[in-house]
């Protein structure tokens, strides 16, 4: 086979593969069964699906990944050889660019490939030290990878008193009782020092039975409760139809008090960050604790409330932040401000030339018109070309003729419904342009006339909405009198010397369209 | 495209620079300080940002664009370390028709001290908290909760609405967009006189309009993107002409703008910027009012610490249990006490922007004639009637046995509309003329005065002439077309071309 045709399969699989866009059986198994036909172009085709799978959108990222895990699974060498040292960089940068469902099931992969063996051979799939790395990188993100699941560790005594916590909430939510809060900041305070991960295994266990007694003192006084949970086995409880809800909630609460303090990276895809903001006053231990654990980092608090984060999906996804809300996002929550100390911060705070810059430089681009400030990245830019936009078409239009009229307010029940988005520069449905056709159109139309009625002896006439003269004009072709760009008032009969301008209509009746729209939507009783 | 057009520079562009060794005064506005100018009606101020970034009430200005004030008590502040350099010049105001011989000039310093530092730490504050709730509201679709809804509350000319302006100036500035309720009748917030106004600030005030707020929609293409209030009657200039219907009016007010709240993520976690007549402890009614209708949790007080020691020790328990904060702000050294005669000026001005618009739009009114006997007309009752009639009228709950339900509800309700407007038996030119009346969204064929007392207002008419032999008015109003209503309250405001 000579060089050209190698280069034709490479270039034909390079095609092929843009047509993976959705998760497609035929298609991943069609494109490995040409890989295993031409292992001769190996390092090709594998060049090709690594590049698809770095430049594709990441929504599709997934599906060339799985067309790569297939290739080697099903053909092996030379394509897990050849591929082995890139894993880790390919599934890394897939890990990061997707949502968390793709990252469930990127993990899933990951586990397939940790215990694939090539066929016939007890060789591993790709190199271990990939496979350690992958391992490694996830355990960062805090994604539980099924190793060890029987060992008793840090993490999953956490998880004990993360079952515990919903339970305890809903309680003192029922019944507010000082032992149960006693209890449960016993419980909370134990979830902290469980995140030292300087904790020995006897010292676990001494937390281990300590958990489960409470547990059980729980589960006994608890009275509808199931069978399942008479065990020490952590298994969700059906009594507890909403756990997640109610953690959620909590959550929110501490994030809302300023206990818990959010932070978001820049690359898309990230999990928000969790740093504790730990409040002034300490409450007292119930509980015995070992002196000698020293308290718990604030790194491995943050981690534990990702994790708890990650479990229990707080907000569903992570959230898309532009530069600047995420600036102002860690600038505001800088600022430590409670109730009693407000007037204290009011009074003296100096604010800092970042907080301050969150108003001027933080949007650096100014609009050289109105002043309005813009952010440099793709929204801002965005933003201010369509701001920019606007005003050129509004000082087009103001330059040309622009009779207008301030129009009626809304009512209540309207305004109630109003969509505040559609005044600004940046609405979609933008009044300036929806017109435009429309009046391009009457402007192609005919000119209107109305013919001065026959027993009409004065030709001047005047426009009933904008009281401007009209000066009739002979028409030669018809041989009348004519009052241009004008038409007869609705209503008026042939005879009637009541005019308006078909502009001036035109511009009254919009607005009076535009306001039946409205009314149609909600319904409003009309006259 | 070569480049975009700009504000003014078709009007005075070419001049400009020639002109600004001689016409133009320089003034250099060091960090932290702010020039306080005043501009009499009669003389129009071009005000350029040479260098550096400065701002009036929150709202930065272009740099090297001339702006064009009249009327106006303004300061613009220089908050960053370069400064902020500007030049202006004074010309005749060829718009505004008054020949009045006072204050003909410009007056102008540069104050070191301003509370502009507070106020930023006062809006600090309340963006971290909108912050929270909408990151709180992100994670809990079932249970949303509503930003800050902060009430400023202060003596009279103590800057409670340049504070409200800095502080929804700010807001937007940081990609929120607070709900702005002007309670104070003086004034006309995207309205006239008169009327009690809530208003979404989805952008930046228009520094050019009198008041320097902006104005509402038009019909066509305006230079500054026009805002939608809701607007109520009122009717009056002062709470105290008719308590009843101002604290009637203000709970209406406060039940559509917390819907309004409901049906907006953005609004909602922005929260509400209030600002209010001059109120003080004696006024503990209305402000209780103002609290339970808005739902207030931030309260802030300019510059008067009786006020507030009195405040906190009347919202104790509201303190104790955290569902409010009341807090202090410095009075800045740059307000004026305005005279009787600017107030009505402006008030004039800015009834006449409602109708003309300004010298960047300019809008066409429409006149009419309309039948007196066509039209329903009402007056907002005056308190001081009220005393003298109170004897007089019925006491809350009647015994009176239900024999006819319907009309003794009717009655009942005839009384209830009684204590706010009263139907003007002989409407004439004596009790009409150069009156602005509110006209109602009130359905010509109903009559109940309950809902007239509900209806919020669609616009403002203006009863430029009365002719009582023919039984006629002429009348202005902003939108052409048929009179829409049939249904009018004579407000006491008054205006003349």
């Known amino acids: 086979m000579n060089k050209d045709a190698k280069s034709i399969i490479v270039e034909d699989y390079a095609q092929s593969l843009t047509e993976l866009t959705f998760n497609s059986r035929p298609i991943i198994y069609n494109l490995t069964i040409i890989a295993r036909e031409n292992t001769e172009v190996a390092d090709g085709i594998l060049k090709a699906i690594t590049n698809r799978i770095y430049k594709c959108i990441p929504d599709q990222k997934l599906f060339a990944l799985y067309l790569l895990d297939s290739i080697c699974k099903t053909v092996g060498d030379p394509y897990n050889t050849l591929v082995g040292d890139e894993v880790f960089n390919i599934f890394s940068h897939v890990y990061l660019l997707v949502n968390n469902t793709i990252r469930q099931k990127l993990v899933n992969l990951f586990e397939s490939w940790k215990t694939f063996k090539i066929k016939g051979t007890n060789l591993p799939l790709f190199p271990q030290d990939q496979i350690d790395r992958i391992f490694s990188f996830l355990s960062q993100a805090n994604v539980k990878t099924g190793t060890n699941p029987a060992q008793l560790t840090n993490r999953s005594l956490i998880d004990d008193i993360d079952t515990l916590i919903p339970i305890f909430q809903k309680k003192m939510y029922e019944k507010p009782d000082p032992k149960l809060t006693d209890k449960y900041n016993a419980l909370t305070q134990l979830k902290v020092l469980l995140s030292n991960q300087a904790m020995k295994l006897n010292e676990l266990q001494a937390v281990q039975s300590q958990l489960n007694a409470i547990k059980q003192q729980e589960l006994n006084s608890k009275k509808n409760m199931s069978p399942s949970m008479a065990s020490s086995t952590i298994n969700p409880i059906p009594s507890e139809a909403k756990p997640n809800n109610k953690v959620n909630e909590l959550f929110g609460m501490l994030v809302v008090s300023g206990l818990i303090h959010v932070d978001q990276s820049l690359k898309p895809g990230s999990l928000p960050t969790y740093r504790l903001n730990f409040p002034k006053r300490k409450y007292h231990s119930t509980m015995n604790i070992p002196n000698n654990v020293a308290l718990p980092s604030n790194s491995v608090l943050e981690q534990l409330l990702v994790s708890t984060h990650a479990k229990f999906n707080v907000s569903g996804k992570s959230i898309a932040r532009t530069e600047y809300e995420q600036l102002k996002f860690n600038e505001l929550n800088r600022l430590s401000i409670d109730s009693t100390g407000l007037q204290n911060f009011v009074n003296s705070n100096a604010a800092s030339a970042s907080e301050k810059s969150l108003l001027y430089e933080a949007k650096p681009s100014k609009c050289g018109t109105c002043g309005k400030r813009f952010t440099d990245d793709e929204d801002g830019t965005q933003k201010r070309r369509m701001h920019l936009d606007w005003h050129f078409r509004v000082n087009k239009k103001l330059s040309t003729s622009n009779v207008q009229s301030r129009i009626w307010y809304l009512d209540d029940y309207e305004w109630v419904k109003f969509k505040e988005a559609s005044l600004s520069e940046y609405s979609t449905a933008d009044p300036v342009d929806s017109n435009n056709p429309v009046e391009t159109v009457e402007e192609q139309k005919e000119i209107p006339f109305v013919p001065v009625p026959m027993n009409e002896t004065n030709m001047n006439n005047k426009c009933l909405i904008c009281r401007d003269q009209v000066k009739a004009t002979y028409n030669d072709d018809l041989g009348e009198w004519c009052w241009y760009n004008c038409i007869r008032a609705p209503g008026e009969g042939k005879n009637s010397r009541k005019i308006v301008h078909a502009t001036c209509f035109s511009e009254a009746n919009r607005k009076r369209g535009a306001d039946d729209d409205l009314t149609n939507v909600v319904k409003r009783e009309k006259l | ?497």
């Open chain 2, 1 to 497: 495209m070569t480049s975009v057009p700009t504000f003014g520079s078709d009007v005075f562009g070419g001049n400009e620079g020639d002109f600004e060794g001689d016409e133009f005064t320089e003034v250099f506005i060091p960090e932290g300080s702010e020039w306080r100018f005043e501009v009499p009606f009669k003389l129009t101020l071009k005000l350029i940002v040479v260098e550096g970034v400065g701002e009036i009430f929150g709202t930065e200005l272009p740099n090297n664009v001339q702006l064009q004030l009249s009327g106006v008590k303004y300061a613009i502040y220089s908050p960053l370390e370069a400064g902020c350099k500007v030049k202006y010049s004074t010309v005749p105001n060829n718009n505004f028709a008054a020949s009045t011989s006072d204050d003909s000039e410009v007056s102008e310093y540069i104050s070191e001290e301003t509370p502009m530092n507070q106020y930023l730490n006062l809006h600090l504050f309340l963006e971290q908290k909108r912050q929270k709730i909408s990151e709180f509201n992100m994670g809990n679709i079932s249970e949303q909760k509503k930003g800050p809804k902060v009430l400023i509350i202060g003596s009279p000319f103590s800057g409670k609405t340049s504070l409200s302006k800095i502080l929804c100036s700010y807001a937007y500035k940081m990609n929120s967009s607070p709900v702005l309720v002007n309670l104070n009748p003086r004034d006309g917030v995207f309205s006239i006189p008169g009327s009690l106004t809530a208003t979404p600030i989805s952008d930046s005030f228009d520094l050019e309009s009198t008041n320097g707020y902006g104005g509402s929609l038009t019909s066509g293409t305006t230079t500054h993107n026009p805002k939608q209030p809701l607007v109520m009657n009122f009717g009056l200039l002062k709470p105290e002409d008719n308590l009843e219907l101002y604290k009637y009016q203000i709970s209406r007010l406060g039940i559509a703008v917390m819907s309004r709240l409901e049906e907006d993520v953005l609004l909602k976690s922005s929260g509400l910027i209030i600002d209010t007549p001059p109120l003080s402890i004696k006024d503990v009614t209305i402000i209780e009012n103002i609290i339970s209708d808005f739902e207030i949790d931030t309260i802030a007080v300019i510059g008067n610490e009786r006020l507030l020691i009195d405040l906190k020790k009347k919202f104790k328990h509201k303190i104790n249990s955290s569902s409010l904060d009341i807090v202090k702000v410095a009075k800045s050294g740059g307000v004026v006490e305005l005279d009787e005669k600017y107030i009505r000026d402006i008030q004039q001005e800015s009834i006449r922007e409602y109708f003309h618009g300004n010298f960047r739009n300019t809008l066409s009114p429409f006149k009419t004639d309309i039948d007196i006997k066509d039209y329903k007309f009402f007056s907002c009752f005056e308190a001081s009637e009220l005393n003298s009639n109170l004897a007089f009228l019925p006491s809350g709950d009647s015994f009176t046995p239900e024999e006819s339900e319907a009309s003794e509800k009717e009655k009942k309700d005839r009384f209830d509309l009684d204590k706010y407007y009263r139907l003007l038996e002989e409407p004439n030119a004596s009790n009409l003329e150069n009156c602005i009346l509110a006209i109602t969204q009130l359905p010509s064929r109903n009559n109940s005065p309950k809902d007239l007392l509900n209806a919020c207002v669609l616009g403002y008419a203006h009863a430029s002439k009365v002719e009582d032999t023919k039984q006629k008015i002429k009348v202005l109003v902003p939108f052409p077309g048929a009179f829409p209503r049939n249904h009018l309250i004579v407000t006491a405001i008054r205006y003349t071309e």
